[in-house]
């Protein structure tokens, strides 16, 4: 097993742009805004191609959401240098994702969520602290996808101490430890269908009760596990004991696992344990194809952009399309053409209140208070280090950082 030269990845490489994982975030984002967008009521479909639809794209979101933990894990391991402290490492995580969520949060609740909003998930979903009540009304309240930064905050406060237990690991028991966090993950869903009680049932027709809903999905000390095994891969690709398995048959495992979820597994196990591994070997192909610069059209400007704005897009698409329903009176009415127009309507006006998001709050706030101020000579004028001080340890400042997802 080898990286993608035959030897450990130097230390200097560690800091190389992957703008390929950057362009897959977009599609990962997607895949989330395919699966709301086509849940009932808020499907522009109808009649049997509504079925057809919803169905074919009833696993996008675990798929999608499972892709952006295990990125997570692979690109924080990736860009950490020794000697980052955890402050400053909690400080940039808090400006990446926390006021994002306080935009988006309040313009949900004054669109639509206020009509159906408690204080007791208000509050919950405002301090991130939501994903932990086992109740449908709290975790999935006011902009539901916000659910999955509750589980990022978590795994962000364990990184520093989860990243240097898993440092310890000796480079040829790590593919061990993945197999071992994977069959974790399988476990999961079996403990939910044996101990948890099968009622009350999910809205939304979902095939889970709440408290097994809650278990496998919400509950963050277990989908930190997906976090560990990105941690992994990013070891395996830096020590030099990647597999060398290509992109496309990466691809390819990813597409027949979510059609195995789709068809053969039971619906817990749909969630994330089928398609675990496989996103993992694709990030980690992905990230390779970049090191040793082979082509890779998600390198392209597009691509990338789309890639940069997709944490705006995705915590913005759920908004759009309450909004497109709620707003405007969209029933499912329409013929497959105009229905799928309206979802590209959709998509494009997400992107642009994305892109809005991006440049007004979060890029703007991630320079100005993300990085360390640089430390002053004596006599040295004030303010010498601005915002983007060259004495910081500061990932989200260096081109690697593009890539980190949530």
Same mark, same amino acid.
């Given at each position: ?7 450990p ?7 190389a742009?992957?703008p ?30 509504a079925v057809?639809?919803?169905h ?5 979101g675990w798929?999608?959401?499972?892709f ?37 949060f ?7 969520a206020y ?5 007791t ?12 009540i086992p109740?449908?009304? !709290? ?9 999955s930064l509750s !589980? ?19 480079p ?5 430890w ?6 974790a993950?399988?476990a999961?869903? *079996?403990v939910?269908?044996?101990v948890l ?8 027709k ?8 809650w278990f496998?999905?919400q509950?963050?000390p ?7 095994v ?7 690709v830096m ?6 398995f290509?992109v496309?048959? *990466?691809?390819?495992? !990813? *597409? ?5 979820e ?7 196990? *749909?969630?994330?344990a ?21 082509p890779?059209?998600?390198?392209k400007?597009?691509f990338v ?7 705006a897009?995705y915590?913005?698409h759920?908004i ?11 029933s ?27 440049i007004?709050?979060e890029?703007p706030l991630?320079?100005?208070f ?8 004596s ?21 690697a ?6």
């Amino acid at each position: 097993m080898s990286s993608p030269t035959g030897t450990p990845v130097p230390a200097s490489a560690r800091f190389a742009r992957l703008p390929s994982l950057t362009g897959m975030r977009f599609f990962a984002a997607f895949m989330v805004f395919l699966f709301h967008s086509t849940l009932p009521p808020y499907t522009p479909f109808t009649g049997g191609t509504a079925v057809s639809v919803t169905h074919a794209v009833s696993k996008a979101g675990w798929l999608g959401v499972g892709f952006f933990f295990v990125l997570s894990g692979f690109v924080l391991t990736w860009s950490a240098r020794p000697g980052d402290r955890p402050r400053q490492f909690w400080r940039r995580r808090f400006m990446k994702i926390y006021p994002n969520h306080v935009v988006t949060f309040f313009i949900a609740l004054a669109l639509f969520a206020y009509m159906k909003a408690t204080w007791t998930a208000g509050i919950s979903n405002l301090f991130l602290l939501h994903t932990w009540i086992p109740d449908a009304k !709290v975790f999935q309240s006011i902009n539901p996808p916000a659910w999955s930064l509750s !589980v990022e905050a978590v795994f962000y406060l364990c990184f520093p101490l989860l990243h240097r237990a898993i440092q310890r690991i000796r480079p040829e028991r790590l593919w061990l430890w993945v197999g071992i966090l994977a069959a974790a993950v399988v476990a999961v869903p *079996a403990v939910a269908y044996a101990v948890l009680p099968d009622s009350p049932a999910m809205p939304l027709k979902f095939e889970a009760s709440v408290w097994q809903y809650w278990f496998v999905w919400q509950l963050p000390p277990f989908r930190i596990l997906e976090f560990a095994v990105g941690i992994l891969m990013a070891r395996i690709v830096m020590t030099g004991r990647w597999i060398k398995f290509p992109v496309l048959p *990466a691809l390819a495992l !990813v *597409a027949v696992a979510y059609v195995v979820e789709l068809k053969w597994v039971p619906w817990l196990y *749909a969630m994330s344990a089928v398609t675990l591994i496989p996103v993992a070997l694709l990030i980690a192909a992905m990230a390779s194809t970049d090191i040793a610069g082979r082509p890779s059209f998600l390198r392209k400007r597009v691509f990338v952009w789309l890639g940069e704005v997709s944490f705006a897009f995705y915590l913005v698409h759920d908004i759009t399309v309450h909004v497109f329903v709620d707003r405007f009176g969209l029933s499912a009415s329409h013929s497959a053409p105009v229905a799928a127009g309206i979802l590209a309507s959709e998509v494009l006006i997400s992107v642009f209140f994305s892109w809005l998001l991006f440049i007004g709050v979060e890029q703007p706030l991630m320079k100005r208070f993300a990085r360390s101020r640089p430390a002053q000579p004596s006599g040295a004028a004030g303010g010498a280090g601005g915002a983007g001080g060259a004495g910081s340890a500061e990932p989200d400042g260096r081109p690697a950082e593009a890539v980190r997802t949530h």
